[in-house]
């Protein structure tokens, strides 16, 4: 299924439409598609399918409460109005939150017979802390990938000759072939020509003209700094306002607030870079950082999350703690995720196919609106935004992979779409090259605070209400108390594994695989310094001509006197 | 040499195998496509010249934007009006075939970017060249600003001898460094 989806800018005539930076796009949409599924998958192995086989094969297996349990029930009795339902599916409220959706669900099974054992607790942990580390072992070994073909692919500005002369491929046939042809070297051209002239301007510039340009530049990363201010400001209000107040609008406050910020401030930020007048890569690098706001946003929603939970840090006082934080954690995401996807899908249907419309109905309209761009910063941005609330919600809510998944495949087709029917190459120049490597950088730092939220979630306690780590003090201390309940000989394996014997290997091994990734790197500088020396040799291949040049104008010249002389 | 149009005599393809870079079966496709050409009585007449517009409804040429300058270029005509006879049809099919050799091909390549047929490609062939390759409609079209730094930049990279045009020898010393030349300049029918 998953392998079936096409690049669709790989595939044949269509790739000199769009140029390489969407083309990395979709690349990266589909990795990230494959990533979910198979973390879906590792989920489901470990934690979702134990937990349906014990809870189906009976309730005398261990799972039992706390005597000190708070109350905790989540399904209140009594009927039910058709659209609660509906409110329910889209807030995981009510029927949806006493689900394996959520943490809440899960038991504290712990399976033992004289030759089988599985304890829920801990395989969901270890399958947690698995699940971050496949993530980033993921996202590395792409990168590395990356960072080859940034060295490979980067493609040699100026050469202009050389497009002009030998670009087109007389082969083209039809209509359709010429213009996508004539539109990717367009493209080119000006990608190159817009570089250059930039840097051009820029070294031409006066000192007052300088001043004039930082000065502007400073006061206009203030405005944006003060956007980025109102814009958290508006989160934790929002997050704090939504709290025990019922009704769709109000569940979904922080979603829309988050939604709202950036969808707005990213589009100033782009005026204001405009204004600026960076170099078409700057800006670039400028609405890649802007991910980063969608990032401390997120990070915002959670730190209010977070007051409410703890009372601002002040455990011992156990009353403010909200029942099962954890489904509410998980709640809070799966709403994201969900808002996150029915705002692309609505602009997709309210914005882009209305334009298109008006594009086909009336050319004057549409001229006066410009055709739509497919701007693939922006587009990256919200997929490493969603992937970020992924993983923070992975823990509380184990099926939010599943969902996100789906809701990629299907961005990744609604896209498709609309970059086929709807959109025009971006005005904007955009390098796959470096592209690439950012996408990862960025998708790092987003996997970065994912892990903070797990690592902290892990140490602090857990809600006695509900989940599988209701007994312990926090949700670590069950590797400790499963390891000494483990058998002798078992014990000492792990002591053995810690110890230098089996750690000096596992240290050979890495150091192994080091090398390897070194040498990747290393192979793609050696096609760069060959570039480099392409690009020396055609110097010496210039002189010697002129060299010839030289000798045949003066053999000319010695001739033309002969022949002076005989006459 | 008289070619009925309507059959190809032996000796005269084994001549034709001789003269150009075709094959055997590649010519008699040529022969085939070309008497489709043309009308009910020119087909009688040897040596027809077929006017240039009907040769531009050929698939393989229709959409290509260089159309026009390769018919000129491939042209015997005393009144330069790019009409072709299947000799010159053959010689253009020879050219652009899979066997001729990069020297045949930048020459050819050359004469056709040579759009006002003064030997060298000034400004003004470099210009129409470049908008032969972006298109030739208004939105797909470079700005002057960027056609002049293009212009300006494709002299700075080519022009060796500094005299402002790029002279054959000079576009052969582009062409030669290019590994994918001699696929992109091929139609084949």
Request: charged share 15%.
């Amino acid at each position: 299924q998953v392998q079936q989806m096409q690049v669709p800018v790989v595939s044949s005539t269509e790739s000199w439409n769009f140029g390489g930076g969407v083309q990395s796009y979709f690349l990266f949409l589909r990795f990230l598609v494959v990533l979910n599924f198979v973390s879906f998958l590792l989920i489901a192995a470990f934690v979702i399918i134990p937990s349906i086989v014990f809870r189906s094969v009976g309730s005398n297996l261990a799972n039992s409460t706390p005597e000190d349990c708070m109350e905790y029930n989540p399904n209140p009795q009594g009927l039910e109005v058709f659209y609660n339902y509906f409110l329910d599916l889209l807030s995981g409220t009510g029927f949806m939150e006493y689900s394996y959706l959520f943490y809440g669900y899960y038991n504290n099974t712990m399976v033992e017979d004289r030759n089988f054992s599985y304890n829920i607790p801990l395989a969901y942990l270890f399958t947690a802390v698995f699940y971050f580390a496949f993530c980033l072992i993921c996202i590395i070994a792409m990168g590395t990938a990356a960072r080859v073909a940034v060295a490979t692919g980067g493609s040699a500005v100026g050469n202009y000759s050389m497009i002009v002369f030998t670009g087109w491929d007389f082969g083209c046939l039809g209509d359709r072939a010429t213009r996508l042809k004539q539109k990717n070297i367009h493209y080119r051209l000006q990608v190159d020509l817009e570089e250059e002239s930039r840097n051009k301007r820029a070294a031409a510039l006066t000192l007052c003209q300088k001043i004039v340009l930082y000065s502007l530049r400073i006061f206009m990363g203030f405005v944006a700094f003060g956007l980025i201010i109102g814009a958290f400001y508006g989160i934790f209000e929002a997050t704090n306002f939504s709290q025990g107040i019922l009704g769709l609008i109000i569940e979904y406050l922080p979603s829309i607030v988050i939604t709202a910020g950036n969808f707005m401030v990213p589009l100033l930020c782009d005026q204001i870079a405009l204004v600026e007048r960076y170099s078409p890569s700057t800006t670039i690098i400028v609405a890649l950082l802007a991910v980063f706001l969608r990032l401390v946003s997120l990070g915002v929603i959670l730190f209010t999350l977070w007051s409410q939970i703890t009372c601002e840090g002040n455990t011992s006082s156990g009353d403010c703690e909200l029942c099962c934080w954890e489904t509410r954690v998980g709640q809070e995401m799966y709403k994201l995720t969900l808002f996150d996807f029915l705002i692309n899908i609505a602009v997709l249907v309210l914005v882009e196919f209305p334009r298109m419309l008006v594009d086909n109905w009336s050319n004057k309209l549409a001229q006066w609106l410009g055709r739509q761009e497919f701007v693939v910063p922006s587009n990256v941005l919200g997929l490493v935004y969603g992937q970020t609330v992924v993983w923070t919600g992975a823990l509380f809510c184990p099926l939010l992979p599943l969902i996100n998944t789906i809701k990629f495949f299907i961005l990744f087709y609604s896209k498709k779409i609309t970059l086929f029917n709807n959109c025009r190459p971006a005005l904007k120049t955009f390098r796959s090259t470096t592209s690439t490597f950012f996408f990862l950088v960025v998708l790092l730092f987003g996997w970065g605070l994912a892990t903070v939220v797990m690592v902290y979630s892990l140490a602090i306690h857990p809600s006695m209400g509900c989940g599988p780590f209701r007994f312990f003090p926090t949700m670590w201390s069950i590797v400790p108390t499963s390891f000494y309940n483990l058998s002798k000989t078992t014990q000492e394996f792990l002591f053995f594994i810690g110890s230098q014997a089996f750690s000096i290997p596992l240290f050979a091994l890495s150091v192994v695989m080091c090398y390897f990734i070194a040498l990747a790197s290393v192979y793609g500088k050696s096609v760069a310094l060959l570039r480099a020396q392409l690009k020396l040799q055609e110097g010496c291949d210039k002189k010697f001509l002129v060299k010839q040049i030289e000798e045949l104008s003066r053999q000319l010249q010695i001739s033309k006197h002969n022949a002076g002389v005989q006459d | 040499m008289g070619t009925t149009a309507s059959q190809l005599g032996k000796d005269l393809l084994s001549e034709y195998q001789e003269l150009t870079f075709l094959t055997k079966q590649e010519i008699l496709l040529a022969h085939k496509r070309f008497t489709e050409l043309l009308t009910k009585d020119e087909k009688d007449l040897p040596n027809t010249r077929v006017p240039m517009e009907r040769i531009l409804t050929l698939p393989e040429l229709k959409s290509n934007p260089f159309r026009r300058r390769i018919c000129h270029v491939f042209s015997t005509c005393e009144q330069k009006d790019g009409s072709l006879t299947f000799e010159d049809f053959l010689d253009l099919l020879s050219a652009f075939s899979d066997s001729a050799t990069l020297e045949i091909k930048s020459h050819y390549a050359f004469r056709i970017f040579d759009f006002d047929d003064d030997g060298t490609l000034d400004s003004g062939d470099l210009e129409k060249l470049v908008n032969c390759l972006t298109g030739e409609t208004d939105d797909t079209r470079l700005t002057v600003e960027e056609m002049r730094q293009l212009i300006s930049n494709i002299l700075e990279e080519s022009d060796i001898d500094k005299d402002g045009t790029v002279n054959l020898s000079e576009f052969q010393h582009v062409i030669s460094r290019s590994p994918d030349f001699v696929s992109s300049f091929k139609i084949v029918l």
